[in-house]
T-cell receptor, first 115, second 113 residues
Framework: DSGVTQTPKHLITATGQRVTLRCSPRSGDLSVYWYQQSLDQGLQFLIQYYNGEERAKGNILERFSAQQFPDLHSELNLSSLELGDSALYFC??????????????FGEGSRLTVL | DQQVKQNSPSLSVQEGRISILNCDYTNSMFDYFLWYKKYPAEGPTFLISISSIKDKNEDGRFTVFLNKSAKHLSLHIVPSQPGDSAVYFCAASAFASYDKVIFGPGTSLSVIP
């Protein structure tokens, strides 16, 4: 158990819809990362927050947005969903007050299926 | 533009033998490299890392080698065990953009009893 909690574990929805994925980081961790893993693809970095502020952005679509709340949990919002958005979405956390070496703790992921 | 590459999607090894997983990177700004292991239905877990100031780091049965001039790193598992069967991701981060951790596509390792 990494200590990172993601909900829901599975989600099935239709094209055009909007969903919200939630992540609770490990106790004390200030950084939250979101990654997308599509079929046969690696982990694509989407976005990172540190203590409520956006720190780094990857290949995140404009239809996607995220935020980190004062209690440090994070939400990833996916809107106008397309078939290609079907993927496993991972949240990871780390406790960094500065240089991050990349040692992240991952949740079990949220599997999104868009029909 | 794939900055971290793992050109072997899969690898099969006999139990007790050595497993060698390879990783290449293109961004010369990367200065910290990691390997993660992922079992089905679980999130990736950190396995071992190496800083660019080193060329080798060892942790039990796992050793990571870094060749900066070739922009290449490898993970050696000796001896391989059936429980090592998993997908292994190579990852890298750069001081200049230290919040981005870039992952490769992964290599699926099967250790055959």
């Amino acid at each position: 158990d990494s200590g990172v909690t993601q909900t829901p574990k599975h989600l099935i929805t239709a094209t055009g819809q909007r969903v919200t994925l939630r992540c609770s980081p490990r106790s004390g961790d200030l950084s939250v990362y979101w990654y997308q893993q599509s079929l046969d693809q690696g982990l694509q970095f989407l976005i990172q927050y540190y203590n409520g502020e956006e720190r780094a952005k990857g290949n995140i679509l404009e239809r996607f947005s995220a935020q980190q709340f004062p209690d440090l949990h994070s939400e990833l919002n996916l809107s106008s969903l397309e078939l290609g958005d079907s993927a496993l979405y991972f949240c990871a956390s780390s406790h960094t007050s500065g240089r991050n070496t990349g040692e992240l703790f991952f949740g079990e992921g949220s599997r999104l299926t868009v029909l | 533009d794939q900055q971290v590459k793992q050109n072997s999607p899969s690898l099969s090894v006999q139990e007790g033998r050595i497993s060698i997983l390879n990783c290449d990177y293109t961004n010369s700004m990367f200065d910290y490299f990691l390997w993660y292991k992922k079992y089905p239905a679980e999130g990736p877990t950190f396995l071992i890392s190496i800083s660019s100031i080193k060329d080798k780091n060892e942790d039990g049965r796992f050793t990571v080698f870094l060749n900066k001039s070739a922009k290449h790193l490898s993970l050696h598992i000796v001896p391989s065990q059936p429980g090592d069967s998993a997908v292994y991701f190579c990852a890298a981060s750069a001081f200049a953009s230290y919040d981005k951790v870039i992952f490769g596509p992964g290599t699926s390792l099967s250790v055959i009893p």
